[in-house]
């Protein structure tokens, strides 16, 4: 099995370019046997090495029920994450994982699940979307919402249609700015959600975007009657050692990377406003 403290080799195997600054990523173990068993859950994250430059931190894009390769969608901000985008097929990295804890299926089980995803926070939502998907009868009504700059920043277009043509699955797509062709909503995520006005009763929320968009999509769940205890999100901090051991994630008493990422709204609420 996976050892988490040190990298293990894997190979990329596949390229898709998501938008101009995203692009996801297909990596298989070398070792045979992790490549059979390698697993995680949906919500975890691991940690990628590119040899010679450095490491970063990226969500599993696809869940556990889909796990013929391991996928990441990574976004170009800086040194590690532009050395990524310049790897080709059958390039070499090193991955360290899983870590963190995961979306809690097991309570969700018999509610409606509402994801509310913004920019790049589409795919952390992306696994447990298709962990749902893939559960289906555990749930009820399950709705996507989606929301980007403007409609060269929508990923995972193939992904939407297949989501779109699902049952009792509803799927709302927003820009900031549209365009000519665009032919879905133009508004920001907090107010299209509230335009959708989504039931609260029996609903778990699940958030992932900038801290701006949570902050006020935190506010419209609210208003809508959502309680702390049916709203999750998962969070981005910095991270060196994954493990809970460098101090480099904590706020407060909390360490994203062992606590988290995934939290319900109430374990966060009193936490500073700088959060
Ligand atoms: C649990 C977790 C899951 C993540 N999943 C994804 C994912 O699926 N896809 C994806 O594209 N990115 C994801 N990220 C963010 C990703 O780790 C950073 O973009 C990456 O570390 C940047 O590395 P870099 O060397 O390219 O940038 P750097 O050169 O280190 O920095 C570039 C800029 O980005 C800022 N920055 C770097 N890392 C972070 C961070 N984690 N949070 C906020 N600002 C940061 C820096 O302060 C700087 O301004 C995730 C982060 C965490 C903690
Ligand atoms: S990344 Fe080291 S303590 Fe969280």
Redesign the pocket.
Known sequence: MSNIYSPNMARVVEIRNETSDVKSFCFEFIDPELRQNFTWKAGQ?LILSVFGV?E????F?NPQTRKQFVE????K??????AIHELEVGDTVGIRGPY?NWFPFEEFKGKNLLFVAGG?GI??LRSPIEYSLDTRGDYGKITILYGARSPMDICYKDKIAEWQNTDNVEVALTVDRGNDEWQHRVGLIPVILKEMNPAAENTVAIICGPPIMIKFTLKALAELGFADDNIVTTL????KCGLGKCGRCNIENLY?CKDG?VFYYSQLKNLPEEY
Do not use: D, Q
């Open positions: 994250f450095g970063a931190t990226f969500t894009a990441c969608s990574i976004r901000v800086g040194l590690v994450t532009e963190g790049i795919a952390a981005e901090m910095k991270m994203i990422p």
